[in-house]
């Protein structure tokens, strides 16, 4: 089972409209959840953080994160073309000093 | 701009090749990250630093792959008798994965 899984496809969306992104991890006793935008050729970014159950908001994006259920999602609300980017979802593992990355959601945002 | 500088920015090397990158924080931060991401695929945790003492080393991370913090400074991560599955992007983060640097990327020809 992979630490970090990001299962869904390239996802295409109109511009205005909201994007959603999943992501699911094994370890149980992870306390820390990250998103990172990543554009082609370039380093990733990290834009959201969230550390307790429930919904962080930060401008148009919102993290959500249910521990129980053990996975992550982040929502792009009002989708933009400069949107268009892989998304990767990161986990800090307990007892770990290192992030375990997804392998990354792309967004295509269509103008 | 995080003020994590990598050097150099790209690399194509022959393989047997030896290579060097280097990685510059904006300050001495006292903990550094590497992680490898190949195309496609999510960054690979190699090693970390705190200060100039590497505390954390994957299994990735075979012998022929060496990392050196000298001083708690900049970081050096080296490669040698390179291979085509070494092909990559090389990133650095300091003092967090909050903030990586632009990475090296590395194509072993």
């Known amino acids: 089972q992979k630490e970090v899984e990001q299962n869904s496809g390239p996802l295409s969306v109109p511009e205005g409209a909201i994007a959603s992104l999943n992501c699911t991890y094994s370890d149980r006793g992870s306390q820390s959840f990250f998103w990172y935008r990543q554009y082609s050729g370039k380093s990733p970014e990290l834009i959201m953080s969230?550390?307790?159950?429930g919904d962080k908001e930060d401008g148009r994006f919102t993290a959500q994160l249910n521990k129980a259920s053990q996975y992550v999602s982040l929502l792009i609300r009002d989708s933009q073309p400069s949107d268009s980017a892989t998304y990767l979802c990161?986990?800090?593992?307990?007892?770990?000093?290192?992030?375990?990355f997804g392998k990354g959601n792309q967004v295509v945002v269509i103008p | 701009d995080t003020g994590v500088s990598q050097d150099p920015r790209h690399k194509i090397t022959k393989r047997g090749q030896n290579v060097t990158f280097r990685c510059d924080p904006i300050?001495?931060?006292?903990?550094l990250y590497w992680y490898r991401q190949t195309l496609g695929q999510g960054p690979e945790f190699l090693t970390y630093f705190q200060n100039e003492a590497q505390l954390e080393k994957s299994r990735l991370l075979s012998d022929r792959f060496s990392a050196e913090r000298p001083k708690g400074s900049f970081s050096t991560l080296e490669i040698q008798r390179t291979e085509q599955g070494d092909s990559a992007m090389y990133l650095c983060?300091?003092?967090?994965?909050?903030?990586f640097g632009q990475g090296t990327r590395l194509t072993v020809v």
């Open positions: 990161a986990v800090s593992l307990y007892g770990n000093n290192r992030l375990a």
């Open positions: 983060a300091s003092p967090t994965e909050a903030f």
């Open positions: 969230i550390y307790s159950n």
């Open positions: 300050s001495e931060h006292n903990r």
